[in-house]
T-cell receptor, first 115, second 116 residues
């Protein structure tokens, strides 16, 4: 069966510091991978998605970047955090082939607080 | 632009009650609709997925229906229990094409509290 991991679970960082959040998926190959942010009162917002190694698409302009160095690893980064980057970050995966159910499965999330 | 609305934002019911959670969306050109559960501080758990060609899906005490033409879905929870207390989110996968760039658009969720 497939599992998705995120770490760290919680993170408190000062403004201007760098960020690296990691997501890994087990039990599947060539998954589509996604980063979402959930901010209080705003719902889930898609930040990035990836269909393969080194292939990243950004949904919204922002202070963040994403990378996919390995098939089942997705990293969210920032060089300098802003207060507005605080939120709950969720990684998700979906099966690789178009025409499937395209159901998305979510990880446990990382709570980021920028002070 | 697809918009998903879930009203009310919060709901409190006594244990044992049957309840219906509503979801509406503005663009009926969807590929599927998913209902998720989120416990406080946790990730999302997929409850049910309805393809655009389907009318409903059932899992245990949960039943989700889809009326694509009117842009509505409902999640029916039978015989509610305190363990059902959580936030329930509805999300639609947009467009006629499915792939990684078919976006899931989420509602803001309904926070359900089931009182013992």
């Amino acid at each position: 069966s497939q599992t998705i991991h995120q770490w760290p679970a919680t993170l408190v960082q000062p403004v201007g510091s760098p960020l690296s959040l990691e997501c890994t998926v087990e039990g599947t190959s060539n998954p589509n991978l996604y980063w979402y942010r959930q901010a209080a009162g705003r719902g889930l917002q898609l930040l990035f998605y990836s269909v393969g190694i080194g292939q990243i698409s950004s949904e919204v302009p922002q202070n963040l970047s994403a990378s996919r160095p390995q098939d089942r690893q997705f990293i969210l980064s920032s060089k300098k955090l802003l207060l507005s980057d605080s939120g709950f970050y969720l990684c998700a995966w979906s099966p690789p082939l178009a025409g499937t159910l395209n159901e998305q499965f979510f990880g446990p999330g990382t709570r980021l607080t920028v002070l | 632009k697809q918009e998903v609305t879930q009203i009310p934002a919060a709901l409190s019911v006594p244990e044992g009650e049957n309840l219906v959670l509503n979801c509406s969306f503005t663009d009926s050109a969807i590929y599927n609709l998913q209902w998720f559960r989120q416990d406080p501080g946790k990730g999302l758990t997929s409850l049910l997925l309805i393809q655009s060609s389907q009318r409903e899906q059932t899992s245990g005490r949960l039943n989700a229906s889809l009326d694509k033409s009117s842009g509505r879905s409902t999640l029916y929870i039978a015989a509610s229990q305190p363990g059902d207390s959580a936030t329930y989110l509805c999300a639609v996968l947009g467009g006629h094409y499915t792939g990684a760039n078919s976006k899931l658009t989420f509602g803001k969720g309904i926070t359900l509290s089931v009182r013992p």
